[in-house]
């Protein structure tokens, strides 16, 4: 676990971040964004290689929003955030369902992550569907800031769990069109 905060703090540190961020200075509130390097999982068929020809499906973070409760007193925040995905797949595949696993962590700068939780958010394609948007929504992401700091200083970021050969794979295709 311990090996996995620090290969997810050089990520953070390392990489842009995408999304809408809702959250700026004059509203107190924490930054919201997905991880580049992690808004895109590829699923291959079983016993094949990493290639395109061989995709099951992808799965992408296409936008990560929420509301923020701001409590001056406190100097801390309690965010509400909703993470969107679009899976996509060639359109000749039978109904099936599946799950797209991810984590949600609260960062203080680039480099030092408090928090962190797994989630995980079920979705299916219908026959012959090729496409499929769906959401998750995070309950509360509380950020209490240290002295002589205030939520805006920390950010609440989202990205799928991929491995360490998606994120290869994800780097090599480019993987970052929306």
Do not use: W
């Amino acid at each position: 676990m311990h090996k996995f905060l620090l290969r997810s703090a050089g990520i953070a540190a390392a990489f842009a971040l995408l999304a809408g961020c809702v959250g700026v200075k004059t509203d107190n509130c924490p930054t919201l964004a997905a991880l580049l390097d992690a808004s895109s999982l590829t699923v291959f068929r079983q016993g094949t290689t990493p290639d395109p020809a061989n995709v099951l499906y992808t799965v992408r973070i296409i936008d990560v929003t929420g509301k923020c409760d701001f409590d001056k007193k406190k100097r801390s925040a309690d965010s509400d955030v909703t993470v969107t995905f679009r899976a996509t797949r060639a359109p000749t595949g039978d109904a099936a369902q599946y799950t797209a696993p991810y984590f949600m962590g609260i960062t203080e700068g680039s480099d030092r992550i408090l928090a962190r939780q797994a989630f995980s958010v079920p979705f299916e394609f219908a026959p012959g569907q090729a496409s499929v948007t769906f959401t998750d929504d995070i309950k509360s992401a509380y950020v209490a800031a240290k002295y002589g700091s205030l939520p805006y200083d920390y950010q609440v970021l989202v990205g799928l769990q991929i491995t360490k050969e998606q994120l290869e794979y994800n780097r090599n295709k480019g993987n970052y069109d929306r």
